[in-house]
């Protein structure tokens, strides 16, 4: 852009500014009323952009925290079926007399540090896993056959109420 040129632009912008007519002012509010609403509609889309992100990654974080929890309690049923399983076996008077402690311990050990004692229904497990470990490793002399299958029975129920509820946090 020449001298001249740029002259010409700002004595029409002075004389604009000195005169405006009707025509003038009209496409000045109108030019300002676009510029305002664009603005506000790119302020308006970009909180509601974020609040929409914000609360799909909560519900996904949600989601995912939960699916983790419920494989992760799954596992533990398993695992814990199946050492609860070995231990009423290698326990049972009707099938194995003597004892094997070499193979109860490490089974009462699995059990025990599968369960966690802040929750009720496990400390109860707990006492029942250490009652028959009393029972059959002989230290407990006061024990028959019948008390140890009293306490396996007291043993599955206990199990039971734990196996199928999930822990409450």
């Known amino acids: 852009m020449d001298n001249e040129s740029l002259k010409a632009i700002l004595g029409l912008l002075k004389a604009i500014a000195a005169k405006p007519d009707g025509a003038v002012i009209a496409a000045s509010v109108t030019v300002v009323g676009m510029i305002t609403v664009a603005v506000l509609t790119t302020i308006t889309q970009w909180f509601v952009t974020k609040r929409i ?7 996904i ?8 929890k419920l494989r992760q ?3 533990w049923q398993n695992d814990f079926k199946e050492a609860m399983s070995l231990l009423l076996a290698a326990t049972d008077p009707e099938i194995r007399n003597p004892f094997n402690k070499n193979e109860i311990v490490p089974l009462i050990h699995k059990i025990q ?10 400390r109860k497990v707990n006492g029942l896993v250490n009652d028959l470990a009393l029972a059959v490793n002989g230290w407990n002399k006061n024990i028959d056959e019948a008390s140890i299958l009293r306490i396996h029975g007291h043993l599955i129920d206990a199990s039971k109420e734990i196996l199928y509820l999930p822990p409450l946090e």
């Open 73 to 75: 309690f799954e596992l």
């Open 61 to 68: 974080s949600i989601q995912i925290n939960s699916e983790f």
């Open 53 to 59: 992100i914000t609360s799909d990654h909560s519900k």
């Open 113 to 122: 540090l599968m369960l966690n004692l802040a929750n009720l229904g496990h």
